[in-house]
């Protein structure tokens, strides 16, 4: 709240206060003496004791935070608020004696007004008291709300923090794996004596690392941005397997600026050519495809291999790797349970690994990148 809304809450609630002490000053002198004061003789008595207290709020807040109820100070704030608490209420009790002396009749032997703010100081310290030591009881209530806000805040700023964290720890576990396997295929390719495809690779490879740095930061990309990247991927595996790769990449048009976590879909593909392809010496088939379902985005990755023993995931752990570990870590800290990955065979055979995530469009500062 700034200064200027504390005033004005200040200047509101004891404006109430007043108000209500001139409403109750009206009545009971008209069930005492018989006839009702005068509304205006009742505002005169009782607002200026209200602003007083109003005027003394940030005083009393002031002092407060000067002098908190905190362990080992006690000896030196309780004094200190006792006393301001009693020369305040005086200076209230004052300020109504005179009130009374000038805006009421007076009696032929009416005490002086200072004897007459003595008598109400006595009358009313308990009740006057009771304001001051309210002021401090909210004020401290305030305070300690505003401070477990800061923390909460505080403890959920790091939490999202450590959460980006993992995450882009997960992400990073990624690229050593293709990293090594294009330097294998440059490798392989100069000691056969074909440069032209060496760098082809090397020109792909650069392309690619270009994507990731371009990308390190964000967590999700628009779906034609992560399918470039598998297009650039799968370029160099070509390459590299030559006529024992065919490849096929299918999404919907109006799909294609949808969210999906970056580097999603590498691990999946790499998986299915490290084990679905580069085993065998026949012609291996690889088909990534997307399409929403609903309010579901739905990603799926399928190679014509052998699949898995007994077409369950648990049995061939080592089939799966920690690639595939590390997406569905990622889809649960990105979505929670409406993240999945599921690995199975597919009905006409090999391996298919199928994400489903929600169906949620890319910024608009998204929609046109490549």
Not at 156 to 164: C, D, G, I, K, R
Not at 327 to 344: F, N, P, S
Request: with cysteine; proline share 5%.
């Amino acid at each position: 709240m700034t200064r200027r809304n504390r005033g004005w809450l200040i200047f509101g609630v004891w404006t109430a206060y007043g108000l209500l002490g001139t409403m109750q000053e009206h009545i009971s002198y008209a069930m005492s003496r018989g006839t009702p004061l005068p509304w205006a003789t009742s505002l005169l008595l009782q607002m200026p004791q209200a602003y007083a207290w109003a005027l003394a709020t940030p005083a009393i807040l002031w002092l407060g935070r000067r002098f908190p109820f905190e362990r080992g100070r006690w000896l030196t704030s309780v004094p200190i608020h006792l006393v301001t608490c009693l020369v305040f209420v005086f200076v209230v009790d004052l300020i109504f004696a005179f009130q009374v002396t000038h805006f009421m009749p007076q009696p032929p032997n009416a005490k002086p007004v200072l004897a007459k703010a003595l008598q109400f100081f006595i009358i009313w310290i308990l009740s006057d008291g009771l304001l001051y030591w309210t002021i401090l009881s909210v004020s401290y209530a305030a305070e300690h709300h505003r401070r477990l806000r800061e923390r909460e805040l505080t403890a959920s700023q790091l939490e999202t923090q450590l959460v980006q964290a993992d995450l882009q720890a997960l992400k990073m576990q990624l690229h050593p794996h293709f990293l090594f396997n294009a330097l294998h295929t440059i490798g392989s390719l100069v000691r056969t004596g074909d440069r032209d495809n060496a760098v082809r690779v090397v020109a792909s490879l650069g392309d690619l690392l270009r994507r990731v740095l371009d990308s390190a930061a964000q967590q999700e990309v628009p779906l034609k941005q992560e399918l470039d990247f598998i297009r650039s991927y799968l370029d160099i595996e070509q390459i590299r397997f030559r006529d024992r790769l065919k490849v096929a990449i299918n999404a919907d048009p109006d799909i294609l600026d949808a969210k999906v976590p970056h580097l999603i879909l590498q691990p999946l593909v790499e998986n299915a050519i490290r084990h679905g392809i580069a085993p065998h010496a026949s012609a291996g088939y690889l088909m990534v495809g997307a399409r929403r379902v609903d309010d579901q985005l739905q990603l799926v990755v399928r190679d014509d291999g052998p699949g898995l023993r007994n077409g369950k995931e648990g049995t061939d752990a080592a089939r799966l790797g920690i690639g595939l570990a590390n997406t569905r870590a990622r889809l649960t800290r990105l979505y929670g349970a409406d993240g999945e990955l599921e690995v199975g065979n597919a009905p006409d055979g090999g391996l298919e690994a199928r994400i489903a995530l929600p169906f949620r469009l890319a910024h608009a500062e998204w929609q046109g990148e490549t």
